[in-house]
């Protein structure tokens, strides 16, 4: 089932490069701070906006060779797993990377679920029930488990892989935040992975469901520090509408974070879709090209000047 958003949740918008206009004002220096001005001067690094199967469809066609991402707070793999794969396969690109959170996997049921030409990954709690992330990818990538950035544990919950097989290293990750941890602790576990990442310089996309409502970040002092944490390694959100909504509530907490330098480029967004009590994100990045199987058949030949 799709269904299209209210216009209330199209008007709630989270920019990250909004300026504090109060301060500009009454600073006398204003004119004389470069990155005042340069942020100033732009707006959210990507614009995402909500898309139906036919709306998606219409639009990513010419992104079909870009590397593309999917993520979806699933809220269980077996109770909604045969969806999902029905959904997806009603949509025109095959995404490189599909990312689930809130999996429910157990020891047991961790290998019983998969879609063909995927591979799959998957960290689930041991005791306690429900959390878990998974993270599936097309065969025709190949990747290494990322064990030193991967942690999980009672604040964090976190999956990562790098993808080898480009012609630049890709690290992907998915992050489940369980809700009533606390934010501080689970920025402290972030700021490790952080740190390793931005040692490498290499391209990373983390995926999510952080129960962290960007909307609110100017209200809510941790969460505040959430996004300084990730826009201090140059991390920036690729969605900025709300991921999930009920008949009171806005929120967004899922997100596509990334710190490529291309990132207003993105094609980004939100799918309709009541899979589950999140709506799933989705990206592809233009400047990353995947070479698909009917492709490497028949290749172009071009010259480069």
Not at 211 to 229: G, M
């Amino acid at each position: 089932m799709t269904f299209e958003p209210s216009l209330s949740l199209n008007s709630r918008v989270f920019d990250s490069f909004e300026p504090n206009f109060d301060d500009l004002i009454s600073n006398p220096l204003r004119g004389a701070d470069p990155d005042t001005n340069f942020f100033a001067c732009i707006q959210s690094p990507c614009e995402s906006n909500y898309f139906s199967e036919n709306s998606f469809n219409a639009l990513c066609g010419p992104h079909s060779n870009d590397l593309s991402l999917f993520h979806l707070n699933i809220r269980s793999i077996p109770a909604n797993f045969s969806s999902l794969s029905l959904y997806l396969s009603s949509l025109k690109v095959d995404f490189d990377v599909i990312a689930l959170s809130e999996t429910w996997l157990r020891e047991h049921t961790a290998d019983a679920f998969g879609l063909p030409c995927y591979k799959m990954e998957s960290r689930y709690r041991e005791i306690r029930t429900g959390g878990g992330v998974s993270i599936l990818i097309k065969e025709s990538l190949k990747y290494i488990v990322r064990n030193d950035l991967t942690l999980f544990n009672d604040t964090i919950e976190s999956l990562f892989i790098e993808v080898v097989s480009l012609h630049k290293r890709v690290i992907i990750a998915v992050i489940y935040r369980p809700p009533g941890t606390d934010i501080r602790d689970f920025n402290d576990s972030l700021t490790e992975v952080l740190d390793i990442i931005k040692r490498e310089r290499k391209i990373c996309y983390i995926m999510g469901d952080f129960n962290i409502d960007l909307l609110k970040s100017n209200q809510h002092i941790p969460s505040s520090e959430f996004c300084e944490l990730l826009f201090s390694h140059s991390f920036f959100p690729l969605i900025s509408k709300p991921t999930r909504a009920t008949f009171e509530t806005a929120t967004l907490i899922d997100n596509i974070f990334s710190n490529a330098c291309n990132f207003q480029q993105h094609l980004s967004g939100i799918l309709c879709t009541d899979i589950s009590d999140h709506f799933p994100v989705f990206a592809f990045n233009p400047s990353i090209r995947i070479c698909r199987e009917s492709q490497t058949q028949n290749p172009i030949l071009r010259r480069s000047y």
